[in-house]
């Protein structure tokens, strides 16, 4: 059983940055994907962005692509979601979530473990 929880967000000014960070327990995360997803007040959950298994892989949300950054430490048990130039439309609840497979998918509701979410708020 996987125990996922998010931490680093918060209210930032437009144009700034924050980074999320994922731990997680009770079991070795080495063979599976990671996602970071989020979810703005009445729109549904999207996925951000994915890193594989091996961190030789990632992906990303159009929006966010040279904005962000994923990256994994398995020694730490870590995830981290870099997010730069922050704009008022990443506001929203951000989660990670573990996919138990290498690669990673877009499909939302695919991943098998989910984590609290952490809310980050981009406002001046």
């Known amino acids: 059983q996987f125990q996922l929880v998010e931490s680093g967000g918060g209210l930032v000014q437009p144009g700034g940055s924050l980074r999320l960070s994922c731990i997680w327990s009770?079991?070795?995360?080495?063979?599976?994907?990671i996602g970071w997803f989020r979810q703005a007040p009445g729109k549904e959950r999207e996925a951000v962005s994915c890193?594989?298994?091996?961190?030789?892989?990632?992906n990303y949300e159009d929006s966010v692509k040279d904005r962000f950054t994923i990256s994994r430490d398995s020694a730490k048990n870590t995830v981290y979601l870099q997010m730069n130039s922050l704009k008022p439309e990443d506001t929203a609840v951000y989660y990670c979530a573990v996919l138990l497979a290498y690669s990673c998918s877009n499909y939302v509701w695919g991943y098998d473990y989910w984590g609290q979410g952490t809310q980050v708020t981009v406002s001046s």
């Open positions: 890193i594989t298994s091996s961190g030789e892989s990632s």
């Open positions: 009770g079991h070795t995360l080495e063979d599976y994907a």
